[in-house]
């Protein structure tokens, strides 16, 4: 291709809207531009690196035993009738009533048709296991889409669904997806951990997510500093305390006046002790029924943690509950003296603390002096809060850290959620019918792009990966005519011919303006052909990443960078 | 692939729904389902067929010197503002508001995106031309979607738009495009025909569309019969007749009472005559301004050719106008006797009419013994309506015919609607302002499947062209198990390592329920492995389209299968 017919609008401004390096180089660069809120149009350089990383999900997918399908954009409420899942959607929906009145929803995601699919055509054990995907647009109505392509309300998804018989089949189409997850981000030049993660309180048995480490991330990776263990800031763990071997004070509680005195900041300001010192109570509601949970003053209630020991979703109670349940108004909660009808689920770092502070569930009054089994029951000790660096690894204990990182891909064991709600059942060998057990396994191509530009760039530029590199190799005459041109051309046609997908810079412009754009774009390998080289026989070849130049003959060119384009593919894909 | 590892849902019954051949084998095949009006699922076997079209309409764009690109699905309302194509689109547009209370029209096209995208990246003539396209899905709230995928509400269309400096410029891209779509239905397959298409009465100097002749078609090609005249029907002329050799009676105009008729077929009824007899006269308005317009009883008014003739878009006057301008209420309009002011015009078949009926332009009244030319002027005469068969070709005279097709393709000089419109201009080598001269190019990919369906197909089911098929050899073992099994797995890993796409039917099921598969989903190649053959050391290669067997050596099978697929893609793409 060459450059001056194709468009590559590049801008030497950096946009002042984008926040983020991939946003900012990604305009820069003429990868994307802006259409709408949250709706970029990807021009021909972006759509190039976009369609490889397509490609080579696609490509693993395939390997994976996976079966490729399009599904609608347009979906029928009906069907979000029979799954329920309209309200936990809400506002992010987005659709609208067509000519015929009718509900049409524009795809967020498709769980709901492959399993009516699936009811359809599937009707024995021996059309399963079955594994279909698709790579699609989706739509999702953010109220506040930034990060250029990172989130958006209009968004490429590889989305694939598993159907098999039982739980232990369920397992190995997972892995087979985990396993291909791993080499397309790996392919794909993504240094990426994959964590475990929330399922969810209903259905969900196990769930990973892959995240491409990155202070742009906007998901937050907990990972132990000696071990394997990582997972999201939602699933992750601490190890339970040890008691401590030196037990604290056996100090009496004492209630003091605490006027107006009702977050943990206020109070431990005006008692003059630390955050860490006061016990946090909260009131929470699980289907209709209330439930108090305490975590120490400085962390943070992990309210799927709540759900889970609760066994179903909770919320904070309104005033009138917290008032009858701790006879007080809100922000003077305390565990001591509740009822036992109550259940009191006290988090983990909690019950080593010792001559602490908590609400005396009395208006303007907290206690002092309160020591967790002595002054109110541990029998429900749980994990219930967010990790903070420094918690102890679940596993080994050492410390856990906190990180960000982009979330590129999620695999999730469902169950029976969706084939029970649509009723998606197979038939065995004796004719019994059973819920199909299913997995959903999606990846956000968009930001494979964007993940390997924030996490590889320079200062310069994107440095592409070869794998989704636009071109591979940048021609580059350092003057676009005469002899420069013509040794230009004839290179050109040797690499097209050679399978290479080269761009050159036949533009009529100053060297320097063609290197600067050349190290923005980040093709991984540029050829410089100018006069002095001829002369000499030679063109320079320069890596993108490295900015290592190697002066090669001209005769010799052709087949050096076809066997660097494929050794650089042959190392990301061994 | 294996049968049982992807999805192929069969058919035997007939869907009652669906009318045409294509729906019914799409269905029957397991190639889609519908999830809701017009809008389909892509099941495994219908997918690859339209990714392979897909991919031969990227392939030819990449060749024509088009550049792929991606524009979002969601518009901003406001881009559609500037052009003034809300009122035009209507109820066809899908739109819904936001949470941010914006209108999102969901893309049925792409001129003003791609016209935004152009006005703010490219400036200068050495920017130009530019042809970029997309391979995207596109949405019309058809209020009647029907035919399965070829009227649907949600479609994969390639759009394509050029930009050039001038309109010979435009020439040479709009050229190129042609040419491509010539490659592109021949290597699908397709017979085609492309047709001179009417462009509108704004912009447009030059349309085509490409047409798949069939009978399922809602399209009507009009052709000649002996030259390589076609066209459209709403585009289509007729030549004009000569003046008889024997010309009409001179009659005198006789003014005959007809109380209440008022329709060509009434009067002609009431007064004994043929509609051919009667000249239909109907009143217009362009632009504010009435006019009149004539053509023979038993044909139509072409209103775009009306509008072409007026110079701008004409509807049908109210009563009051018609009163006005007639002296008479609606239905007893005749040419004669009419202010000069207001403009007559006549099409060519009435010109040589002698002794006509004609309205009386009054009340309950026609006229007998009209002469054109002696009893109303000729000043305006032109061609006015459709053609009906057996008019002459405006080329060579010989009888035009009419037949249905599907259109597939359409290729359209924009000129400068959408660059006035948007603002989207370059500067010359002079530094002078121009609006850029634009094109615009549609392919309909899910039509270009049905069309290959429609008209390929037999009694027995699909006839893929190997280019579309979704596999090019199906090997079906007669039993899948022991011996013949085995035969199978080799040659399917010899074929897949020969790169041929082959799809193993492994069921457990009887050969006459896979033989009758085998012809519904129309792999071109089916290769027989039974227990018989082996013992001779042979396979039957059965050929799809013709029903001929052969039987191959099994030791030769895999080169004799590899070069025939090879040879017929090579066919199609000479």
């Known amino acids: 291709m060459r450059w001056t017919q194709t468009l590559i609008p590049t801008l030497k401004e950096v946009p002042s809207d984008a926040e983020l390096r991939s946003h900012r180089l990604m305009l820069r660069a003429g990868l994307i531009r802006k259409l709408t809120a949250g709706a970029y149009s990807y021009l021909p350089l972006g759509w190039r690196a976009l369609r490889k990383a397509a490609e080579i999900v696609r490509d693993e997918m395939d390997r994976a035993g996976a079966v490729e399908v399009h599904m609608p954009v347009l979906q029928p409420q009906e069907l979000w009738d029979e799954s329920g899942r309209m309200d936990d959607f809400g506002p992010l929906l987005m659709k609208f009533r067509d000519q015929h009145n009718k509900v049409n929803i524009l795809g967020p995601t498709h769980e709901e048709v492959v399993t009516d699919i699936v009811r359809n055509t599937v009707s024995s054990y021996k059309q399963l296991p079955l594994t279909l995907y698709q790579i699609q647009v989706k739509f999702r109505d953010e109220i506040r889409p930034r990060f250029g392509v990172l989130r958006s309300r209009e968004f490429l998804m590889k989305d694939a669904y598993s159907f098999d018989r039982d739980a232990e089949a369920l397992d190995a189409s997972y892995q087979a997806q985990y396993d291909a997850y791993e080499r397309i981000f790996a392919r794909c ?6 964590v475990e993660a929330e399922s969810g309180p209903i259905g969900g048995s196990a769930s990973s997510e892959f995240m491409v480490p990155s202070e742009a991330g906007e998901d937050l990776i907990v990972s132990c500093s000696s071990c394997e263990y990582a997972a999201n800031m939602e699933k992750a763990a601490a190890k339970a305390p040890e008691a401590p071997a030196d037990p604290a004070p056996q100090r009496k509680m004492t209630q003091v006046d605490t006027p107006d005195q009702r977050t943990i900041d206020d109070v431990a300001a005006f008692l003059g002790v630390r955050p860490s010192d006061l016990i946090k109570t909260m009131v929470y509601v699980c289907g209709g029924k209330p439930l108090v949970v305490c975590v120490r003053g400085d962390h943070d209630v992990n309210e799927n943690k709540v759900a889970r020991v609760a066994g179903g979703p909770v919320e904070l109670a309104d005033e009138d509950t917290i008032q009858r349940v701790t006879g007080a108004p809100v922000g003077f909660a305390g565990p001591q003296g509740l009822s036992r009808d109550v259940p009191l689920y006290v988090d983990h770092a909690v019950s080593i603390m010792a001559g602490a502070v908590a609400g005396a569930n009395a208006a303007d009054a907290h206690v002092t002096g309160v020591n967790p089994g002595r002054d109110f ?22 410390d856990l850290a906190i990180s960000h990182g982009i979330e590129v891909g999620h695999v999730f064991k469902l169950g029976t959620k969706y084939s029970d709600a649509l009723g998606a059942a197979y038939l065995d060998e004796n004719g019994a019918s059973h819920a199909m057990v299913m997995g959903c396994y999606g990846i956000g191509v968009n930001r494979i792009i964007a993940s390997a530009i924030e996490t590889l760039a320079d200062d310069a530029g994107i440095v592409w990966p070869m794998s989704l590199a636009p071109y591979q190799v940048l021609l580059t005459p350092i003057r ?20 290479v997908e080269v761009l050159l810079d036949d533009r009529d412009a100053r060297a320097g303006v063609k290197f600067n754009d050349a190290d923005l774009v980040g093709i991984p390998i540029r050829v410089n052909v100018g006069a002095r080289g001829l002369a000499e026989g030679i063109v320079e070849v320069r890596d993108r990443a490295t900015g290592e130049v190697a002066k090669v003959p001209l005769g010799d060119a052709c087949a050096r960078l076809a066997g660097d384009v494929r050794a650089r593919l042959a190392a990301l894909n061994p």
């Open 480 to 499: 676009a005519k005469g002899e420069e041109m013509a040794a230009a051309e004839t290179l050109y046609r040797e690499l097209t011919d050679a399978g």
């Open 189 to 194: 030049g993504l240094t990426y951990v994959a």
């Open 377 to 398: 029951p541990l029998d429900h000790l749980c994990d219930l809060r967010y990790v903070v660096a420094g918690d102890g690894c679940p596993h080994c204990g050492a």
